[in-house]
């Protein structure tokens, strides 16, 4: 077990007994400002260890990059985390009450976790505004969202968020006329909506411009604090922009953690990843 989850672990065993009579059923408790642990999670694909007695703490606001090379379990991580995939063995906490091996995909998104996927996924027919409007009311169908009238707070909450993805001047476009990393923006846009606790991010600039890249940085640093980002990269320039903690995974378990700097001098890291 790495130093970081086995000091959390000793932290929590003494108090969770204590704090759970306190919170309501469901409710995510913070209080030990780790949003996300994973303790030995083991996973296995037809007798192939996808996950290795992985171990991963993620803090409350905090900005994580994980990067390692192809099959090293970064998508079977993400899919553990929302209930995709069980781990054959292990722990998976949201905060310190909610276990998410015990809750189910849509049980987990409305918790408060949100995954994006490489490919970005828009109603191509609909404006980025109507976009949003719909990610902002999943419990009723398309039409009946789109005929709803908008409270002024919904509508202030919509027009915020097209901002800080820096699609105002696009709100009555329709999503697909808009550039690659654009529906990218929106679809994060759509996630926001949700007012997720966690974000999963996988490689969210792949066939971005580099000017797009950048302000994809810029919009995660901010979003940073107020949400919990882990962000899949192989983007080595777009890890470096956005600074924090990068964790290193290679044959299903952590290979290194630390800075980019420190990650990337790591003589393991140079040999099974950066080196190829």
């Not at 789109?146 to 509508?155: F, H, I, M, P, V």
Request: aromatic content about 6%; glycine content about 10%; hydrophobic content about 40%.
């Amino acid at each position: 077990m790495n130093t970081l989850v086995e000091e959390r672990k000793q932290e929590w065993e003494g108090e969770t007994q204590g704090l759970a009579h306190m919170l309501k059923p469901g409710e995510l408790d913070l209080s030990h400002g780790v949003i996300l642990y994973l303790e030995d999670i083991s996973v296995s694909f037809d007798g192939f260890k996808a996950l290795n007695k992985l171990n991963l703490a993620i803090n409350t606001g905090e900005l994580r990059c994980i990067i390692g090379p192809n099959g090293a379990g970064k998508t079977t991580m993400m899919d553990v985390i929302t209930g995709k995939t069980r781990p054959d063995s292990g722990t998976a906490f949201f905060g310190q009450t909610l276990d998410l091996t015990r809750m189910s995909e849509p049980q987990i998104a409305h918790a408060g976790i949100g995954r994006k996927f490489q490919k970005p996924t828009v109603f191509e027919q609909l404006s980025a505004f109507e976009n949003l409007e719909l990610a902002m009311k999943t419990d009723k169908g398309v039409w009946a969202s789109l005929l709803a009238r908008l409270s002024r707070e919904q509508g202030d909450k919509i027009a915020a968020t097209l901002e800080r993805i820096r699609l105002d001047k696009e709100a009555d476009r329709p999503a697909g006329l808009l550039s690659h990393g654009q529906k990218q923006w929106l679809e994060i846009g759509m996630l926001l909506m949700q007012e997720p606790r966690l974000l999963l991010l996988d490689e969210p600039v792949a066939g971005m411009t580099d000017d797009e890249t950048m302000r994809t940085a810029e919009l995660f640093v901010s979003l940073a604090g107020q949400h919990s980002l882990v962000v899949v990269e192989h983007d080595m320039a777009f890890v470096e922009a956005l600074g924090g903690k990068v964790t290193v995974l290679c044959e299903g378990s952590v290979l290194a953690e630390g800075d980019l700097a420190t990650v990337q001098a790591d003589p393991r890291v140079i040999e099974v990843y950066l080196g190829r």
